[in-house]
C-alpha cells in the first residue's frame, strides 16, 4: 500500500461498534418496480453485513448496468455504478489495487453473462477474492423486455416473437466450468437461504459466484414460482447441504439416487430405496458439483439449491502479492535512480 | 596492404534479412555500442508482422535501419550510406533506400536460385551490371561462419542462426567499434548455454578479422563522439520510455503503479518491461481483452492507485466506452495509445499518426480528455511524467500518443536527475465533515480523491449522469448542461497549467512548420536545413495537443505560412484551422513509414518559392 493511501484509510480490523441493517442503508430512495425481487435481495443483504464484521468503509460494491445493478446506489458503503459487463473487470482493478477491501459485485444475467461473460469467467478462474451475486430473472428488465442469455428455450419476447432459439446458460455449470472455487445458487423468495449462502461467499476465499433466482414481476413474472412459493417448492427444489443426503418432497420421501454418472429421483417409500441409496452432498467434490449443476434444466428432477462448490485455491491476489515481496527480498525496494540509470549507460 | 581510416560526420546503416535473421538483434548491438561509444543516433526497425514468414520471401524480410554520427543527429536517415543484405529478397526490398553510390554487403548464399525466384530476379544481381552504381561486397557469410565453428560439432541449424554475428563483426571493423559490448551482452543473454556464448562470440570475431584480413575492405571508417550535453546516457526506445516515464511518476505521486494491459503490437513491451519492476510495488494484470485492461485500471484509480492501460488504435476503439467512464467520474487515468497503421488491424508492425482524431473525439456524447503527444524515443518519458501530472491534478483520464516509430525506435536519452522531478503526490480526502463527491477545486475544477477504506466518506460514483457538488444521479436538463460545461471547462483550464508552446527558429516569418508527435525528428532536420539556406522557416511541435497552449494562435499568426506535416490524411491540420481558422497545408504520407527529411523540405521548397 502506497505512503499516501496509508495516511487515510483505516485498518482491517473489525468495526469497533456493532452495526445493524440500518447503518447499510444509503439516504437514496430506492427505485425498483414495486413488487421487484431485488427489494427482497436488498433486504436480506443489509440485514447480514453486520454479522460480517467488515467496517462499511471497506467495503465496496460495484456494479455494471441493468436493474440489478443500481444497487450500489442503496448500500451506505463505498460503491461503483459502472458501465454495461465491466464491473468483474473493474472491481478486479480494484481488489488486486486494495486487496484488503472487501469488493463485491453485483451483476444479472445480462450484465453478468451476456456483454459481461468474458470478465466473469476470468475472474472466476483467476480466483480473486470478490463475492458476486448475479441476480437472474431470465430477462431484460431495464430495456424492457426482451429474452436473456439464461431465458427458457422458446421463449417469447418482444425480440423473440416466434420463440428464442437460444439455448440458455446454467449459470452453476458456467462458473464451475470456469473453475470456480465458490459456486452457490439462492432464491430471493428465501430471505434465510439467502442469507445463509451470502454469509458464506463472504467468508469463502476466492471468487464467490452466488447465482440468485429473483422475480421481475414486470416483464417475468412467476418465472421461479413453482420453486420459490409454498404449495409448489417442496417437490421442485432439492436443498444441497455439505454431508446430508439429498431430500426432497413434502414429506422428505424422494431422494436423488447416482445412477452411475446420472442423477436420477428416487422414492424412499415402498422399501426399494433408502436414505442409504441417496447422494450425500460434499461441497468440497468438484465432479459431484458438475453432476448436480447439470440437473438444473432436466425437468424430471428437481433444481438443486445451495453451494454445489466451495474449496481452496490460491487467490490471484495473494500470489500478486508474493511476487512482489520476493523481487523486493532479491533485489531490495525498487530504487528509481537504479532503474532509470540500468542497462548500457555511458557519461559525456 | 595498407588500410586507409576515412572520417565521417555520420553513416546510415540498414541491416536487413529473412525475419528469423535476427537483423533486429543485430541492429540494437550496433545501436547499443554506438552509443556507448558516444554517437548520437536515430534508429528505424522494420520488420513485417509475422513472426517467421516463410523463408527468402519479399515479404519475410526485416530491417532495422541506424543513423549515427558526431553531429546531432535527428531522424533514422532518409536513405542508408550501407545496406548489409542478408538475401535477395533483403536487396530488392530495401535496394530502393540506399544511396546512389552506397556500398552493398551481401551474403552470397542467400542468392542461390530458390532465392532469386524468391526474390522476383529474372537474372542474379550479383552477376549482371544491375549493382554497377553501388560498392558491391560479397561475402559467403553462411560458408565462413561454418568454417568458424567447424570443430565445435554444433547442428547446421544453431550454426546457421549465428550468421548475424559475422556481419556485424565486419560492420564493427568497417566502422571501427569495438565488440565488447556485444561479447558481453552475448555472455549474460545465454550464461545458461555456454556452447552458444562461445560460437556467437567466435563468430562476430571472426566476422570483425576477416574484414580486417581480407582485401574486400580497403577502407575503414571513423564516426567520432557527437559533442552532447555532458551527463550520464543510456539508449532507449519509446517503449522503455513510457514504462520508465511510468514508473518515475508512480514514485514522484507516492502511489502505487497499476498497469492494466492486453498484448497489442507495438505496445506490448511496455507490459513486458513494467512486470519486471515488481519491486517497485508495479502491478501489472494482462487483462482477458482490451475492455478488462482499462477497467481494471479505473477500479485501480478508484482504490488510489496511479492506473495506467497501454494499447495500440484497436485496443483504444475497445477502449471507448470505458475512458468516458472515466472521464464521467472523474478518476485520474493514463491510456497510452502507440499508434500503428490502421483502421482495423490495418499495418501492426508499422507506423501512422491516424489516431489523433479517435483520441481528441472518440467517444459518445461530449468526453473531452487532455491528450498529449511525445515527439522522440526519449521524450516518451517526459511525456507520459506529464499526463501523470495532469491527471492526477485534474482527476481526469489522459490520452498519451506515441507510435510504432518512436515506441521501437530508440536514441541516447541524457538521464533525468531524480530529484530533479517534481513532486506530483495529489492529496486524498480524509475529512469526513461536508464531504460531497463532486464538490470542485476552484481553480483547477477538479473533484476531490477520496479512496475507499477512507471513514466516513462513503460514496457512489457511476456512468450515470451526476448533479452537480453531491454526485448523485440526475436528469435535470439545466443540470446536465452544467456539468457538460463543467467538464469541457476542466479540461480547458489544463490549458493555465502548462508552459507557452515555444517555437525553434524564429518566433515570425514566412513558414511555419507544425507538427506533433514522432514527425519531430524529420521536421527539425528539414527546418535546420533550410535556415542554413537562409530560408524563413520555424518549427512549432505540440506536445499538447487537448487542450493547446494558449500562445499557439499567436504564434500561427506571425506567420505568411503554415505547413502541417503528418503521417495520415490530415487531422491536427482540420483542428488548428477549425480553432484559428488559419489556411494552413497539410503535408500528408500514409506508408506506414515516417516522413524524409527530404521530403519536407520540398515542401518547404514548394511553399517559398524554388532553392
Same mark, same amino acid.
Given at each position: 500500500?502506497?505512503?499516501?493511501?496509508e495516511?487515510?484509510?483505516?485498518n482491517?480490523?473489525?468495526?469497533a461498534v456493532?452495526?445493524?441493517?440500518?447503518?447499510?442503508?444509503?439516504?437514496?430512495?430506492?427505485?425498483?418496480?414495486?413488487?421487484c425481487?431485488?427489494y427482497?435481495?436488498?433486504a436480506?443483504?443489509?440485514?447480514?453485513?453486520?454479522?460480517?464484521?467488515?467496517?462499511?468503509?471497506?467495503?465496496?460494491?460495484?456494479?455494471?448496468?441493468?436493474c440489478?445493478?443500481?444497487?450500489?446506489?442503496?448500500? =451506505?458503503?463505498?460503491?461503483?455504478?459502472?458501465?454495461?459487463?465491466?464491473?468483474?473487470?473493474?472491481?478486479?482493478?480494484?481488489?488486486?489495487?486494495?486487496?484488503?477491501?472487501?469488493?463485491? @459485485?453485483?451483476?444479472?444475467?445480462g450484465?453478468g453473462?451476456?456483454?459481461?461473460?468474458?470478465?466473469?469467467?476470468?475472474?472466476?478462474?483467476r480466483n480473486? =477474492?470478490?463475492? @458476486?451475486?448475479?441476480?437472474?430473472?431470465?430477462?431484460?428488465?431495464l430495456?424492457?423486455?426482451?429474452?436473456?442469455p439464461?431465458?427458457?428455450f422458446?421463449?417469447?419476447?418482444?425480440?423473440?416473437?416466434m420463440?428464442?432459439i437460444?439455448?440458455?446458460?446454467?449459470?452453476?455449470?458456467?462458473a464451475?466450468?470456469?473453475?470456480?472455487?465458490?459456486?452457490a445458487?439462492?432464491m430471493?423468495?428465501?430471505?434465510?437461504?439467502?442469507?445463509?449462502?451470502?454469509?458464506?461467499?463472504?467468508e469463502?476465499?476466492?471468487?464467490?459466484f452466488?447465482?440468485?433466482?429473483?422475480?421481475?414481476? @414486470?416483464?417475468?413474472d412467476?418465472?421461479?414460482?413453482?420453486?420459490?412459493?409454498?404449495?409448489?417448492?417442496d417437490?421442485?427444489v432439492?436443498?444441497?447441504?455439505?454431508?446430508?443426503?439429498?431430500?426432497?418432497?413434502?414429506?422428505?420421501?424422494?431422494?436423488?439416487?447416482? =445412477?452411475?454418472?446420472?442423477p436420477?429421483?428416487v422414492?424412499?417409500?415402498?422399501?426399494?430405496?433408502?436414505?442409504?441409496?441417496?447422494?450425500?452432498?460434499?461441497?468440497?467434490?468438484?465432479?459431484?458439483a458438475?453432476i448436480?449443476?447439470?440437473?438444473?434444466?432436466?425437468?424430471?428432477?428437481?433444481?438443486?439449491?445451495?453451494?454445489?462448490?466451495?474449496?481452496?485455491?490460491?487467490t490471484?491476489?495473494?500470489q500478486?502479492?508474493?511476487?512482489?515481496?520476493?523481487?523486493?527480498?532479491?533485489?531490495?525496494v525498487? =530504487?528509481?535512480?537504479?532503474?532509470?540509470?540500468?542497462?548500457d549507460?555511458?557519461?559525456? | 596492404?595498407?588500410?586507409?581510416?576515412?572520417?565521417?560526420?555520420?553513416?546510415?546503416?540498414?541491416?536487413?534479412?529473412?525475419?528469423?535473421?535476427?537483423?533486429?538483434?543485430?541492429?540494437?548491438q550496433?545501436t547499443?555500442?554506438?552509443?556507448?561509444?558516444?554517437?548520437?543516433?536515430?534508429?528505424?526497425p522494420?520488420?513485417?508482422?509475422?513472426?517467421?514468414?516463410?523463408?527468402?520471401?519479399?515479404?519475410?524480410?526485416?530491417?532495422?535501419?541506424?543513423h549515427?554520427?558526431?553531429?546531432?543527429?535527428?531522424?533514422?536517415?532518409?536513405?542508408?550510406?550501407?545496406?548489409?543484405?542478408?538475401?535477395?529478397?533483403a536487396?530488392?526490398?530495401?535496394?530502393?533506400?540506399?544511396?546512389?553510390?552506397?556500398?552493398?554487403?551481401v551474403?552470397?548464399?542467400?542468392?542461390?536460385?530458390k532465392?532469386?525466384?524468391l526474390?522476383g530476379y529474372?537474372?542474379?544481381?550479383?552477376?549482371?551490371?544491375?549493382?554497377?552504381k553501388y560498392?558491391?561486397f560479397?561475402?559467403?557469410?553462411?560458408?565462413?561462419t561454418?568454417l568458424?565453428?567447424?570443430?565445435m560439432?554444433l547442428?547446421?541449424?544453431i550454426?546457421?542462426?549465428?550468421?548475424?554475428?559475422?556481419?556485424?563483426?565486419?560492420?564493427?571493423?568497417m566502422?571501427?567499434?569495438?565488440v565488447?559490448?556485444?561479447v558481453?551482452?552475448?555472455?549474460?543473454?545465454?550464461?545458461?548455454?555456454?556452447?552458444i556464448?562461445?560460437?556467437?562470440?567466435r563468430?562476430?570475431?571472426?566476422?570483425?578479422?576477416?574484414?580486417?584480413?581480407?582485401e574486400?575492405?580497403?577502407?575503414?571508417?571513423d564516426?567520432?563522439?557527437?559533442?552532447?550535453p555532458?551527463?550520464k546516457?543510456?539508449?532507449i526506445?519509446?517503449?522503455?520510455?513510457?514504462a520508465?516515464g511510468?514508473?518515475?511518476?508512480?514514485?514522484?505521486?507516492?502511489?502505487?503503479?497499476?498497469l492494466?494491459s492486453?498484448?497489442?503490437?507495438p505496445?506490448?513491451?511496455?507490459?513486458?518491461?513494467?512486470?519486471?519492476?515488481?519491486?517497485?510495488?508495479v502491478?501489472?494484470?494482462q487483462a482477458?481483452?482490451?475492455?478488462?485492461?482499462?477497467?481494471?485500471?479505473?477500479g485501480?484509480?478508484?482504490?488510489g492507485a496511479?492506473?495506467?492501460?497501454?494499447?495500440?488504435?484497436?485496443?483504444?476503439?475497445?477502449?471507448t466506452?470505458?475512458i468516458?467512464?472515466a472521464?464521467?467520474?472523474?478518476l485520474?487515468?493514463?491510456?497510452?495509445?502507440?499508434?500503428?497503421?490502421?483502421?482495423?488491424t490495418?499495418?501492426?508492425?508499422?507506423?501512422e499518426q491516424?489516431?489523433?482524431?479517435?483520441?481528441?473525439y472518440?467517444?459518445?456524447?461530449e468526453?473531452?480528455?487532455?491528450?498529449l503527444?511525445?515527439?522522440?524515443p526519449?521524450d516518451?518519458?517526459n511525456?507520459?511524467?506529464e499526463?501523470?501530472?495532469?491527471?492526477?491534478?485534474?482527476?481526469?483520464?489522459?490520452?498519451?500518443?506515441?507510435d510504432g516509430?518512436l515506441?521501437?525506435?530508440s536514441?541516447?536519452?541524457?538521464l533525468?536527475?531524480?530529484k530533479?522531478?517534481?513532486d506530483?503526490?495529489?492529496?486524498?480526502?480524509?475529512?469526513?465533515?461536508n464531504?460531497?463527491?463532486y464538490?470542485?477545486?476552484?481553480?483547477?475544477?477538479?473533484?476531490?480523491?477520496?479512496i475507499?477504506?477512507?471513514?466516513?466518506?462513503?460514496?457512489?460514483i457511476g456512468?450515470?449522469?451526476?448533479?452537480?457538488?453531491t454526485?448523485?444521479?440526475?436528469?435535470?436538463?439545466e443540470?446536465h448542461?452544467?456539468?457538460?460545461?463543467?467538464?469541457?471547462?476542466?479540461?480547458?483550464?489544463?490549458?493555465?497549467?502548462?508552459?507557452?508552446?515555444?517555437?525553434e527558429?524564429?518566433?515570425?516569418g514566412?513558414?511555419?512548420?507544425?507538427?506533433?508527435?514522432?514527425?519531430?525528428?524529420?521536421?527539425?532536420?528539414?527546418?535546420?536545413a533550410?535556415?542554413?539556406?537562409?530560408?524563413?522557416?520555424?518549427?512549432?511541435?505540440?506536445?499538447?495537443v487537448?487542450?493547446?497552449?494558449?500562445?499557439?494562435?499567436?504564434?500561427?499568426?506571425?506567420?505568411?505560412?503554415?505547413?502541417?506535416?503528418?503521417?495520415?490524411?490530415?487531422?491536427?491540420?482540420?483542428?488548428l484551422r477549425?480553432?484559428?481558422?488559419?489556411?494552413?497545408?497539410?503535408?500528408?504520407?500514409?506508408?506506414?513509414?515516417?516522413?524524409k527529411s527530404s521530403?519536407?523540405?520540398?515542401?518547404?521548397?514548394a511553399?517559398l518559392?524554388?532553392?
Open positions: 500500500m502506497s505512503v499516501l493511501v495516511e487515510v484509510v483505516s482491517s480490523e473489525p468495526p456493532k452495526y445493524t441493517a440500518k447503518n447499510f442503508q444509503s439516504d437514496q430512495d430506492v427505485r425498483w418496480c414495486p413488487g425481487g431485488d427482497s435481495i436488498l436480506q443483504v443489509q440485514r447480514i453485513m453486520p454479522e460480517l464484521n467488515v467496517k462499511r468503509e471497506n467495503t465496496v460494491f460495484v456494479s455494471g448496468i441493468g440489478s445493478s443500481r444497487f450500489p446506489y442503496y448500500m =451506505d458503503t463505498y460503491g461503483f455504478h459502472s458501465i454495461h459487463g465491466r464491473a468483474t473487470a473493474i472491481a478486479s482493478g480494484l481488489k488486486l489495487a486494495r486487496p484488503e477491501l472487501s469488493v463485491w @459485485v453485483v451483476t444479472g444475467d450484465d453473462l451476456s456483454i459481461g461473460g468474458n470478465h466473469m469467467i476470468h475472474l472466476i478462474r480473486i =477474492d470478490i463475492n @458476486v451475486m448475479m441476480f437472474n430473472n431470465q430477462i431484460y428488465g430495456t424492457k423486455g426482451q429474452y436473456s439464461t431465458s427458457e422458446g421463449k417469447v419476447t418482444k425480440s423473440t416473437p420463440g428464442s437460444d439455448y440458455p446458460f446454467n449459470p452453476a455449470s458456467l464451475l466450468g470456469a473453475s470456480g472455487t465458490f459456486v445458487r439462492t430471493d423468495r428465501d430471505p434465510k437461504h439467502l442469507q445463509q449462502i451470502i454469509k458464506r461467499a463472504a469463502h476465499k476466492g471468487t464467490s452466488v447465482e440468485i433466482y429473483q422475480n421481475c414481476n @414486470v416483464f417475468n412467476g418465472a421461479f414460482f413453482t420453486l420459490t412459493e409454498k404449495e409448489s417448492r417437490e421442485n432439492v436443498y444441497l447441504e455439505h454431508g446430508k443426503p439429498l431430500l426432497f418432497g413434502k414429506e422428505k420421501d424422494k431422494g436423488i439416487h447416482l =445412477d452411475g454418472f446420472t436420477t429421483v422414492s424412499l417409500k415402498g422399501g426399494k430405496y433408502s436414505v442409504n441409496d441417496l447422494i450425500i452432498h460434499d461441497e468440497n467434490n468438484s465432479t459431484l458438475f448436480l449443476a447439470n440437473m438444473t434444466y432436466n425437468h424430471a428432477l428437481p433444481r438443486p439449491v445451495g453451494i454445489f462448490l466451495s474449496i481452496e485455491r490460491p490471484y491476489e495473494s500478486m502479492t508474493r511476487q512482489i515481496q520476493v523481487a523486493i527480498e532479491k533485489r531490495g525498487g =530504487d528509481l535512480e537504479k532503474l532509470l540509470g540500468s542497462g549507460t555511458w557519461t559525456i | 596492404m595498407v588500410k586507409k581510416t576515412k572520417s565521417l560526420d555520420e553513416v546510415t546503416i540498414r541491416f536487413a534479412g529473412d525475419s528469423g535473421d535476427g537483423m533486429q538483434l543485430t541492429g540494437t550496433f547499443n555500442t554506438s552509443a556507448i561509444m558516444g554517437n548520437d543516433l536515430s534508429t528505424l522494420d520488420y513485417p508482422a509475422e513472426i517467421r514468414a516463410p523463408q527468402g520471401t519479399l515479404f519475410g524480410v526485416s530491417g532495422f535501419q541506424i549515427f554520427g558526431s553531429t546531432e543527429i535527428n531522424t533514422p536517415g532518409d536513405q542508408c550510406d550501407v545496406l548489409v543484405a542478408m538475401n535477395a529478397a536487396l530488392k526490398v530495401n535496394l530502393r533506400s540506399l544511396v546512389d553510390g552506397g556500398a552493398i554487403i551474403n552470397t548464399d542467400g542468392f542461390n536460385d532465392n532469386l525466384r526474390a529474372e537474372s542474379n544481381p550479383l552477376a549482371d551490371a544491375s549493382l554497377s560498392q558491391l560479397q561475402v559467403d557469410i553462411t560458408k565462413l561454418a568458424a565453428l567447424a570443430d560439432n547442428p547446421t541449424k550454426v546457421d542462426r549465428t550468421k548475424n554475428f559475422f556481419a556485424l563483426g565486419m560492420m564493427y571493423w566502422y571501427n567499434r569495438s565488447d559490448t556485444t558481453e551482452w552475448i555472455r549474460s543473454k545465454f550464461k545458461s548455454k555456454p556452447d556464448v562461445e560460437a556467437n562470440t563468430v562476430l570475431k571472426a566476422g570483425w578479422s576477416f574484414a580486417e584480413t581480407t574486400i575492405f580497403n577502407v575503414r571508417y564516426v567520432k563522439a557527437a559533442s552532447l555532458r551527463g546516457y543510456r539508449n526506445t519509446g517503449n522503455t520510455a513510457v520508465l511510468l514508473v518515475a511518476a508512480a514514485s514522484k505521486a507516492k502511489l502505487d503503479l497499476f492494466g492486453y498484448p497489442i503490437t505496445a506490448s513491451d511496455i507490459l513486458h518491461e513494467l512486470s519486471m519492476y515488481k519491486e517497485f510495488g502491478k501489472t494484470f482477458e481483452d482490451e475492455i478488462a485492461a482499462i477497467t481494471s485500471a479505473i485501480a484509480s478508484f482504490g496511479l492506473a495506467a492501460t497501454t494499447t495500440s488504435g484497436p485496443g483504444v476503439a475497445l477502449k466506452e470505458a468516458g467512464l472521464l464521467m467520474v472523474e485520474p487515468l493514463l491510456i497510452v495509445n502507440v499508434q500503428r497503421g490502421g483502421p482495423s490495418g499495418l501492426p508492425t508499422k507506423t491516424a489516431d489523433l482524431l479517435q483520441a481528441l472518440g467517444r459518445n456524447g468526453a473531452p480528455v487532455p491528450v503527444a511525445a515527439s522522440t526519449s516518451c518519458f511525456t507520459v511524467f499526463a501523470a501530472r495532469i491527471a492526477l491534478k485534474f482527476m481526469t483520464p489522459v490520452m498519451v500518443l506515441s516509430y515506441g521501437n525506435g536514441e541516447p536519452w541524457l533525468p536527475n531524480v530533479d522531478l517534481p506530483i503526490s495529489p492529496k486524498f480526502r480524509s475529512d469526513p465533515n464531504y460531497l463527491p464538490l470542485r477545486d476552484e481553480a483547477t475544477l477538479s473533484r476531490e480523491w477520496a475507499p477504506g477512507t471513514p466516513g466518506l462513503e460514496h457512489r456512468g450515470l449522469e451526476k448533479q452537480d457538488k454526485g448523485n444521479v440526475n436528469y435535470e436538463p443540470n448542461e452544467k456539468m457538460v460545461h463543467l467538464r469541457a471547462e476542466k479540461v480547458e483550464r489544463v490549458a493555465n497549467d502548462i508552459p507557452p508552446a515555444k517555437v527558429g524564429d518566433e515570425k514566412d513558414l511555419l512548420v507544425v507538427g506533433w508527435g514522432g514527425t519531430y525528428g524529420a521536421i527539425r532536420s528539414a527546418v535546420e533550410k535556415r542554413a539556406e537562409g530560408k524563413s522557416v520555424s518549427h512549432l511541435h505540440l506536445r499538447y487537448n487542450p493547446l497552449q494558449k500562445n499557439v494562435g499567436e504564434l500561427l499568426y506571425n506567420f505568411k505560412h503554415v505547413l502541417v506535416p503528418e503521417i495520415n490524411l490530415g487531422q491536427l491540420i482540420k483542428v477549425s480553432k484559428y481558422l488559419v489556411p494552413a497545408v497539410g503535408l500528408n504520407k500514409i506508408q506506414g513509414q515516417p516522413f521530403e519536407i523540405e520540398e515542401k518547404i521548397d511553399i518559392g524554388g532553392k
